[in-house]
């Protein structure tokens, strides 16, 4: 047996295990979590375990659910697992899965249904004397009608906080009765509004038979309460970013079947809370799951052992995030080099000519970020993010730093480090509204922070840092003490 675990680790997709990787690949708990830091095999540990599972535990491939958060790294994931009977979905591809097996069907609503329910709540609806009232007192306005809403200056930011506070509530697993209970605590004009509008929502997709993308997943769970499913095992990537209405699906999953769990992630890489993801579900991963066991794969096969000393110290500012002992077998001096500037666009050529060999990725804080040091006119683009400078012949790409998770480059420049609203870290704070339902970060930046370390950990070699001479960010200002 002991030959046979070695012969499988030692060529899982062309490489080798190493022996964090085979632990947790191997673990046999009920509930297991595998903290995998930035670079250092996590999906090749998937695989592992996964054929670790069929080898040697006989489980039959079809009892083996994969769960990732997108359609593209669901892709790669079915290439590398290379078998048809494992199922591998997003969470919402799975809820359809289990519904359409019951023949349970539904019909998702048109592309920003909820966009368009919002604007038809403001120009259709006869509202009553009640919500005139907060209309008014909202929109400092009156008379109230769909005409002075629309003209009010308040109008399209409102219509952003809504469509924020709504997606919040749904991936939070909340209702109206917890909308309620919100009220009650504190009457609030923008909350009895969003309230009416959540009922109308609802209303209407009842009326038109749809199901938006989180009604999927909580149909599947009350499905999931009332049957017995044939899985064994569950293995789910990037769990730091699971929202509780996820949370719910998946435990509804377990309940069922009894399967066993297995979850990856990193919580330095957590960088969706906008979206609804809770980092509290990773980081008390024990809380939901009694007796979980916990391995780490700290082994790094991207960065050098310089960058992820710097990246680390960075992100741990918080230490509210789990202690990693992060270690390479990469050296390479000052992996982190900076440039000053005065002249943006000619900071950035300065750097890219610099730079004599391999991928160069750019990474902003926004999308338009490129802009800034690029004139739109000289650039032409391709699909990807790539793109070409008019008369500079250097193949480059260009994306977000939220973007760029998951990917890497043999070089990174890393740009818009400036202090300002839009600058990096981003200074642009939630409406006081979203606060019924997000916590407010413990640590200035938290989020910001750890998105910094994903933007550092891009690199296989070097991290190219654009700092302007005067009103440099405070993370700039952070790192260069750092180095």
């Given at each position: 047996?002991?030959?046979?675990?070695?012969?499988?680790?030692?060529?899982?997709?062309?490489?080798?295990?190493?022996?964090?990787?085979?632990?947790?690949?191997?673990?046999?708990?009920?509930?297991?979590?595998?903290?995998?830091?930035?670079?250092?095999?996590?999906?090749?540990?998937?695989?592992?375990?996964?054929?670790?599972?069929?080898?040697?535990?006989?489980?039959?491939?079809?009892?083996?659910?994969?769960?990732?958060?997108?359609?593209?790294?669901?892709?790669?994931?079915?290439?590398?697992?290379?078998?048809?009977?494992?199922?591998?979905?997003?969470?919402?591809?799975?809820?359809?899965?289990?519904?359409?097996?019951?023949?349970?069907?539904?019909?998702?609503?048109?592309?920003?249904?909820?966009?368009?329910?919002?604007?038809?709540?403001?120009?259709?609806?006869?509202?009553?004397?009640?919500?005139?009232?907060?209309?008014?007192?909202?929109?400092?306005?009156?008379?109230?009608?769909?005409?002075?809403?629309?003209?009010?200056?308040?109008?399209?930011?409102?219509?952003?906080?809504?469509?924020?506070?709504?997606?919040?509530?749904?991936?939070?697993?909340?209702?109206?009765?917890?909308?309620?209970?919100?009220?009650?605590?504190?009457?609030?004009?923008?909350?009895?509004?969003?309230?009416?509008?959540?009922?109308?929502?609802?209303s209407e997709k009842k009326i038109n038979h749809y199901l938006d993308f989180d009604d999927l997943i909580k149909?599947?769970?009350?499905?999931?309460?009332?049957?017995?499913?044939?899985?064994?095992?569950?293995?789910?990537?990037?769990?730091?970013?699971?929202?509780?209405?996820?949370?719910?699906?998946?435990?509804?999953?377990?309940?069922?079947?009894?399967?066993?769990?297995?979850?990856?992630?990193?919580?330095?890489?957590?960088?969706?809370?906008?979206?609804?993801?809770?980092?509290?579900?990773?980081?008390?991963?024990?809380?939901?799951?009694?007796?979980?066991?916990?391995?780490?794969?700290?082994?790094?096969?991207?960065?050098?052992?310089?960058?992820?000393?710097?990246?680390?110290?960075?992100?741990?500012?918080?230490?509210?995030?789990?202690?990693?002992?992060?270690?390479?077998?990469?050296?390479?001096?000052?992996?982190?080099?900076?440039?000053?500037?005065?002249?943006?666009?000619?900071?950035?050529?300065?750097?890219?000519?610099?730079?004599?060999?391999?991928?160069?990725?750019?990474?902003?804080?926004?999308?338009?970020?490129?802009?800034?040091?690029?004139?739109?006119?000289?650039?032409?683009?391709?699909?990807?993010?790539?793109?070409?400078?008019?008369?500079?012949?250097?193949?480059?790409?260009?994306?977000?730093?939220?973007?760029?998770?998951?990917?890497?480059?043999?070089?990174?420049?890393?740009?818009?480090?400036?202090?300002?609203?839009?600058?990096?870290?981003?200074?642009?704070?939630?409406?006081?509204?979203?606060?019924?339902?997000?916590?407010?970060?413990?640590?200035?930046?938290?989020?910001?922070?750890?998105?910094?370390?994903?933007?550092?950990?891009?690199?296989?070699?070097?991290?190219?840092?654009?700092?302007?001479?005067?009103?440099?960010?405070?993370?700039?200002?952070?790192?260069?003490?750092?180095?």
């Amino acid at each position: 047996m002991k030959n046979d675990i070695n012969d499988l680790f030692n060529n899982v997709n062309g490489y080798p295990l190493d022996e964090e990787q085979k632990k947790a690949a191997m673990s046999n708990a009920r509930f297991n979590m595998i903290i995998a830091g930035a670079g250092s095999g996590k999906t090749l540990t998937m695989i592992g375990k996964i054929k670790y599972l069929l080898e040697i535990k006989k489980v039959p491939p079809e009892e083996i659910v994969c769960i990732s958060f997108t359609n593209e790294a669901v892709n790669s994931l079915k290439k590398k697992v290379n078998n048809e009977k494992i199922k591998v979905f997003t969470f919402h591809k799975l809820a359809i899965y289990l519904l359409e097996q019951e023949e349970i069907f539904y019909e998702l609503p048109p592309e920003n249904y909820l966009e368009k329910i919002i604007e038809n709540f403001f120009t259709t609806t006869v509202f009553s004397s009640f919500l005139q009232k907060h209309l008014s007192k909202l929109y400092k306005i009156w008379p109230v009608n769909a005409k002075t809403i629309k003209n009010s200056k308040y109008y399209a930011s409102n219509k952003k906080v809504i469509l924020s506070f709504i997606n919040l509530y749904s991936a939070h697993n909340l209702n109206l009765d917890d909308l309620k209970k919100f009220l009650h605590e504190k009457s609030n004009s923008f909350l009895f509004i969003i309230y009416a509008i959540i009922s109308y929502y609802e209303s209407e997709k009842k009326i038109n038979h749809y199901l938006d993308f989180d009604d999927l997943i909580k149909e599947a769970t009350k499905l999931c309460q009332n049957k017995k499913l044939s899985f064994q095992e569950i293995i789910i990537d990037e769990f730091q970013d699971t929202s509780l209405l996820r949370l719910a699906f998946v435990k509804s999953i377990i309940d069922s079947s009894g399967a066993n769990l297995t979850v990856v992630g990193d919580d330095f890489q957590s960088i969706y809370r906008f979206s609804g993801c809770d980092l509290d579900i990773f980081l008390n991963f024990q809380k939901f799951f009694p007796n979980a066991i916990t391995y780490k794969i700290q082994t790094t096969y991207r960065n050098s052992q310089e960058l992820i000393h710097i990246a680390g110290d960075f992100v741990m500012k918080n230490k509210a995030q789990l202690q990693k002992n992060l270690k390479s077998n990469i050296s390479l001096d000052h992996p982190i080099k900076f440039f000053y500037y005065i002249n943006r666009y000619k900071a950035l050529i300065k750097v890219i000519k610099k730079i004599h060999s391999g991928e160069i990725l750019i990474l902003g804080r926004n999308n338009f970020d490129i802009y800034k040091f690029i004139p739109r006119e000289k650039i032409t683009w391709q699909e990807g993010g790539y793109f070409k400078i008019y008369n500079f012949n250097y193949n480059l790409r260009y994306l977000t730093v939220h973007k760029s998770k998951g990917l890497e480059s043999d070089n990174v420049i890393l740009i818009n480090l400036e202090n300002n609203l839009l600058g990096f870290p981003s200074q642009q704070k939630n409406h006081s509204l979203l606060n019924f339902i997000e916590k407010k970060e413990d640590f200035l930046y938290e989020e910001e922070r750890r998105l910094f370390y994903v933007a550092l950990t891009r690199t296989k070699n070097y991290c190219y840092i654009l700092i302007p001479y005067f009103n440099a960010s405070v993370f700039a200002k952070e790192i260069k003490k750092m180095i």
